[in-house]
């Protein structure tokens, strides 16, 4: 079964960076796409970012231009770099691979005004 470890958040100022890894066990790593999603207290789940894989990237509008998604196949791991953070970034991060209902635990997120 696959299994999806997020981690890499914390507390961070407003303008701050945080980098997210999420760490894959299983064999789809390789040949499938993946994104990076959060969830605030009350709101639906969204997806921030996605990487194919062939590398090409996806990025929701609200986090274009500060969040960067990237991958590293032999590590199987996925990565999204966080810059100038604001207060609306403030969540619970998953990863996913496409195509599979598999999630992690999440790792918090919160920035600070």
């Known amino acids: 079964q696959v299994q999806l470890v997020e981690s890499g958040g914390g507390l961070v100022q407003a303008g701050g960076s945080l980098t997210l890894s999420c760490a894959a066990s299983?064999?789809?790593?390789?040949?499938?796409?993946m994104g990076w999603y959060r969830q605030a207290p009350g709101k639906q789940r969204e997806r921030v970012a996605r990487?194919?894989?062939?590398?090409?990237?996806n990025y929701a509008d609200s986090v274009k231009g500060r969040f960067t998604i990237s991958r590293d196949n032999v590590m199987k791991t996925v990565y999204l770099h966080m810059d100038s953070l604001k207060p609306e970034d403030t969540g619970v991060y998953y990863c996913?691979?496409?195509?599979?209902?598999?999630w992690g635990q999440g790792t918090q997120v919160t920035v600070s005004s």
């Open positions: 996913n691979l496409e195509g599979l209902t598999v």
């Open positions: 299983g064999t789809a790593f390789t040949v499938r796409a």
């Open positions: 990487i194919a894989s062939n590398y090409v990237t």
